[in-house]
């Protein structure tokens, strides 16, 4: 399963722990997220970066205290159609300023990922690989958004008060992917105040 | 009329792009239709029993002639020459290609129509009266605020794969014509103690296997509030809503599970969190949408003008659809005409390519090109000059849609059941047709009154049975089509659900129960000025229940 970050292709550098087993040292890894609220003292003091998979049934508030000293959350997709992480993965960057990487788990497919982009993610394990090979592309589709959420990006009614043109945003779209360019507009934005 | 501006347009392209890619890759077998079927879900296209069928949203059922015109092209070119409008201001293609459905996408695009969330697990097509901007009850026009929400929920990143569909419809008069209380969520303007126009807030309507009417979360919202509100609905809704079963995951259930009282503490606590950030409505942003509102610019005119009067006195037909068809409109000397979708032996909705067409023309000629739909399957032509009425009353006489039985017995509001529909039990537009031929006597169906029947072909309620006067559900029995009857329900502003009748009747005998029903009513009536509605009211169902299985 291919991951993506940065709007490229990339090796997942996160070991996987997610049941009882002894955790590795040295390498970064990725627990459960009843296992990390239990240990969650112990694991952040560790040598190397934590990251937690968290279900998209329980409150992401409960991950409040630990999310400075997290490098990833984990959200999970169990089918796409279920939409529960989008909210979590939107609380999470705009409510508690949440700025590690924030990974797509599941069902995550192409016509997705303009959705979950906006909602504040930046990594994703894609399901197919064919889906991964185009995700620059599949991103850059749309230029106009209605409303304000995670990725910053501002929303049509502000544009027009601007006397912004759709014009500004398309030529954006025109860059080869990989592009320094490219991948900042893929990166979120900082959260500015006013998108929460 | 609301202008699509070049963000609108660039939007609604870019989705036709992507649509048309995602019907390649279906058609070269890189997407299986298991995930297909979201994606076109997602742009209102169906798999229904002969053929896709692609539902195109008509924003608040506002649509000016060259829209009305673009709809008459696309039932030509890619349908049959017909296009069936729906219960939530939709029109509905039942027989499209895929392979056409991207150009007829283009089509319409080129006209800023779409079907964007008319279907799938999204918030679905925002409705709302469609005498809107023109109703003498009305507060203030709640299309630009249907146009505010439309714009901020379109394409929404966080609410396109809620636990299930989701359905938003905005009010601003007294009399409610939009049905507010059967939505998963209606805002109905008013006034509070203080003067001030706000938003009541009604959650978890619907219809369905288990209907419910919205409850009032909120009794007064400020309009600056409204984006967040709704935003922490839906978050709320998106979180905690069922998704263990389809038939559950409605917001109606959790309303219901959680208790009114409990969910809106939920939203409120949500609500606090967002209240003061990029949702507070901006006044400027606000008044950009307002201003791509264009309304006519009216003559002077006085009402009731002489050539009106002598137009009625010399055409007893004329004067029979006068008193039907033609409402009050709040500028003097104006009228708001209701075009019935209803003939005798007719599809209820239905209307053929060269109606449209000419329905264009005659909005063009007489009502400042300006065409509405309701969710009763009617149009209406909403700026009409009194004094053009008799003229203009020919002219809709020659193409079929003046037919005086609005709000009456053979105004029925009907799913299009098992002719076409994939789930429906039971066929709905032949009751539908039937009925309308045993009332075919204009004098008895103006002797019964207000009078709404409602049919769908299954529990799904795409009918709205529950709130027909009279309501009629198809169900299968053993193999055959079988009708529950409910008497009593109504969608205005004092919302009911009807209550059964008794065991459910064959197909055979459905118009015959109709029958029964209407002629017990005109014997039980106190008087002939009691509504049939209230009748059931005052006397209940018994009386109705003897009469129709006495000899049954």
Redesign the interface.
């Known amino acids: 399963m291919p991951l993506v970050k940065s709007g490229q292709i990339v090796e997942d550098r996160y070991v996987r722990v997610l049941d009882d087993a002894p955790i590795p040292e040295g390498v970064p890894v990725i627990v459960a997220g009843q296992r990390f609220l239990s240990d969650a003292a112990d694991l952040v003091v560790r040598d190397a970066p934590i990251g937690v998979l968290w279900p998209n049934d329980r ?1 992401v508030a409960e991950l409040e205290p630990w999310l400075k000293d997290l490098s990833l959350i984990a959200l999970a997709f169990p089918k ?5 992480a ?3 993965a ?1 609380l999470l960057r705009e ?1 508690y300023n949440y700025r590690g990487e924030l990974r797509a788990t599941g069902d995550v ?1 192409r ?2 990922f ?6 504040g993610f930046d990594s994703f394990e894609v399901k197919k690989p ?1 889906d991964a090979q185009v995700f620059a592309k599949s991103v850059a ?11 910053g990006r501002v929303p ?6 601007q006397g912004g ?2 014009a500004k945003t398309r030529e954006r779209r025109d860059l080869p992917s990989g592009s320094a360019s490219q991948i900042a507009m893929i990166a979120p934005r900082s959260v500015s ?4 | 009329m609301y202008v699509y501006d070049d963000f609108d347009r660039t939007l609604v392209a870019e989705r036709v792009a992507e649509f048309r890619d995602q019907v390649a890759r279906r058609l070269s077998g890189e997407l299986t239709e298991d995930e297909f079927k979201p994606l076109r879900l997602m742009n209102g296209v169906y798999l229904q029993l002969h053929a896709y069928m692609l539902r195109t949203a008509i924003p608040y059922g506002t649509l000016s002639s060259t829209q009305l015109r673009m709809l008459a092209h696309v039932a030509r070119r890619f349908d049959r020459g017909y296009g069936h409008f729906t219960t939530r201001q939709n029109i509905q293609y039942h027989w499209i290609k895929l392979e056409e459905l991207p150009d007829a996408m283009a089509a319409l695009a080129s006209v800023g129509m779409h079907g964007m969330q008319t279907s799938g697990n999204c918030v679905r097509n925002i409705t709302t009266d469609q005498w809107a901007g023109v109703a003498p009850d009305e507060i203030e026009d709640p299309r630009i605020w249907a146009e505010l929400v439309r714009q901020h929920v379109t394409l929404h990143p966080e609410f396109s794969f809620l636990p299930r569909k989701f359905k938003i419809a905005v009010g601003s008069s007294s009399h409610d014509r939009a049905a507010l209380r059967v939505h998963d969520l209606a805002l109905r303007l008013h006034r509070n103690g203080a003067g001030e126009i706000g938003f009541e807030v009604m959650v978890g309507g619907g219809l369905g296997r288990t209907p419910f009417l919205a409850k009032t979360v909120k009794p007064f919202l400020h309009k600056r509030d409204v984006l967040s509100y709704v935003e922490a609905i839906l978050r709320t809704y998106n979180e905690f809503g069922r998704r263990d079963n389809i038939y559950k995951a409605r917001i109606k259930i959790l309303v219901h599970e959680l208790g009114a009282e409990a969910f809106a503490k939920e939203v409120e606590t949500e609500w606090h969190a967002i209240k003061d950030g990029a949702l507070a409505l901006d006044p400027a942003g606000f008044a950009e949408i307002a201003a791509r509102f264009r309304y006519p610019t009216y003559a002077q005119l006085d009402d009731s003008p002489p050539e009106l009067a002598v137009a009625r006195r010399a055409d007893h037909r004329f004067d029979a659809w006068v008193d039907n068809a033609v409402a009050n409109h709040k500028v003097p000397g104006y009228a708001i005409v209701t075009l019935s979708l209803k003939p005798e032996g007719g599809t209820p909705g239905d209307l053929t390519a060269e109606q449209m067409d000419a329905v264009a023309d005659l909005a063009e000629r007489y009502s400042f090109d300006e065409i509405r739909v309701g969710h009763e399957q009617n149009l209406a032509l909403p700026h009409v000059a009194q004094h053009d009425l008799p003229a203009l009353w020919r002219e809709l006489d020659a193409i079929g849609v003046a037919t005086p039985n609005v709000n009456l017995i053979t105004d029925i509001i009907s799913c299009p059941g098992l002719d076409y529909c994939g789930l429906a039990n039971a066929r709905s537009i032949p009751i539908a047709q039937e009925i309308t031929r045993r009332f075919r006597n204009p004098e008895l169906t103006r002797n019964l009154g207000r009078l709404h029947i409602n049919i769908s072909g299954c529990i799904n309620a795409c009918g709205h049975h529950h709130v027909g006067h009279i309501g009629i559900l198809g169900v299968e029995k053993n193999g055959e089509e079988f009708y529950q009857i409910t008497v009593g329900g109504k969608a205005d502003e004092n919302a009911t659900l009807g209550a059964l009748i008794g065991p459910a009747v064959p197909y055979a005998q459905v118009a015959d129960v109709v029958e029964d029903i209407a002629a017990a009513y005109v014997e039980l009536r106190q008087r002939p000025e009691e509504l049939f509605i209230d009748t059931v009211k005052r006397i209940g169902v018994e009386p109705f229940r003897e009469r129709v299985y006495a000899t049954r």
Do not use: C, K, M, N
Not at chain 1, 193 to 196: G, H, I, P, Q, V
């Open positions: 409150r796409f159609r279920d939409g529960r989008y909210s979590q939107r409510r497919l016509d997705q303009q959705f979950l982009v906006r909602a064919a589709r749309y230029s106009v958004f209605y409303q304000p959420s995670a990725d049509a009614i502000r544009r027009r008060l043109s759709v105040e006013d998108t929460l």
